[in-house]
């Protein structure tokens, strides 16, 4: 298999692991492959699944703007009156931009967005205009908004290219690490005039982020395998967003130097490392179909400890605020495992 096959594949498998996003996003399954397709996206969300694609199939992103390019834009908005920019008419093309515009206060700015955009439940009446794969390019030039907000890694490069064409004005969001969420809160509060409420939003996040690097910074390491995807078996490693979560809580990744952030293992792979914790995430906390059952290997600590955990993809695999209360929760259960192997004692439910 050639190079550029690899990548086209990586791509696929990527779109169909599922949030959020982009939903996620990391992303349950439907009748057809197509729907099943779409539907694991949800779970993986706007986090992983594009960021991958994307930077396969569009190397260097060559059909968005220069760096300066957005600056200018972005501070000739800025530049505006509180009230104009409360009034903006926006276009978001991830759903993690949406929740956050919406807890920056400026949910009701939003005319249009992307599929699985689904958080908070006002975000389900937005108009929808694409998907992670192709946008209405003609239906958002009819809307006329005032800024489309795209997803720097996550959005077709073509596509954004188009809205430059028709001198549609876009700014992006490009949050790569866990405290980064509270500079785009920040930034969302400043683009819609709303710094009141996303000044405290974006402290009270990076407090949040803090205590659980100082709650966990010298745990002991327990070995634990993420299972991003089941078929083919996927992980993460790198500086994939649910590896730095797993880093945070102390959590040791057998595969985190793989050659890239989300690679594809064998069964056997995992089977040796002989994992404490597996981090299984499922769509809306529900059970997925295709999911591995490692409770079958006994073998394994993890398995026979009962030590499988399931987070909510829809908020793990998103780069929002929300997304740290289930990593805390996280957190707890791989700290339960590692007072368990301590001790060599169960502890009770």
Not at 66 to 94: C, H, M, N, V, Y
Not at 181 to 189: A, Q
Not at 279 to 296: E, G, K, M, V, Y
Request: a negative charge; one cysteine or more; aromatic letters at 6%.
């Amino acid at each position: 298999m050639t190079a550029t096959k690899q990548n086209k594949l990586v791509w696929l498998l990527m779109c169909v692991v599922a949030l959020a996003l982009n939903t996620p996003s990391v992303y349950a399954q439907n009748e057809t492959a197509k729907s099943k397709s779409a539907d694991a996206n949800v779970a993986i969300d706007d986090a992983l699944g594009s960021e991958v694609n994307n930077a396969a199939s569009n190397p260097g992103n060559s059909g968005q703007p220069k760096i300066s390019e957005i600056d200018a834009i972005f501070d000739e908005i800025t530049q505006l009156s509180k009230d104009k920019r409360q009034k903006l008419r926006i276009i978001a093309l991830a759903p993690h931009i949406v929740e956050s515009l919406f807890e920056v206060g400026a949910g009701q700015q939003v005319i249009a967005t992307t599929a699985h955009a689904d958080y908070p439940e006002a975000a389900k009446d937005i108009l929808q205009i694409g998907n992670y794969a192709r946008l209405q390019i003609e239906k958002i030039v009819q809307l006329q908004p005032d800024v489309v907000i795209a997803w720097k890694t996550g959005n077709p490069g073509d596509d954004l290219a188009r809205l430059k064409q028709y001198k549609i004005k876009v700014i992006y969001s490009n949050p790569t690490t866990l405290s980064q969420v509270g500079d785009e809160l920040l930034m969302l509060g400043q683009l819609t005039g709303r710094e009141d409420v996303a000044e405290p939003a974006a402290s009270q996040y990076r407090e949040q982020l803090d205590m659980l690097k100082a709650r966990y910074a010298t745990k002991a390491p327990m070995r634990t395998f993420y299972e991003l995807w089941s078929r083919p078996l996927r992980t993460v490693a790198n500086n994939a967003w649910p590896q730095q979560q797993l880093a945070l809580c102390g959590a040791k990744n057998p595969f985190a130097n793989a050659s890239d952030d989300y690679p594809s293992i064998g069964l056997e792979q995992v089977l040796v490392t002989l994992p404490q914790v597996i981090i299984q995430p499922t769509q809306h906390a529900s059970d997925t179909p295709d999911a591995l059952n490692w409770a079958q290997w006994q073998h394994i600590p993890a398995a026979e400890n009962g030590f499988i955990f399931h987070p909510n993809a829809d908020k793990v695999h998103r780069m929002t605020s929300r997304m740290l209360d289930e990593v805390a929760l996280m957190c707890e259960q791989i700290d339960k495992a590692r007072q368990f192997y301590q001790t060599d004692t169960p502890l009770p439910h």
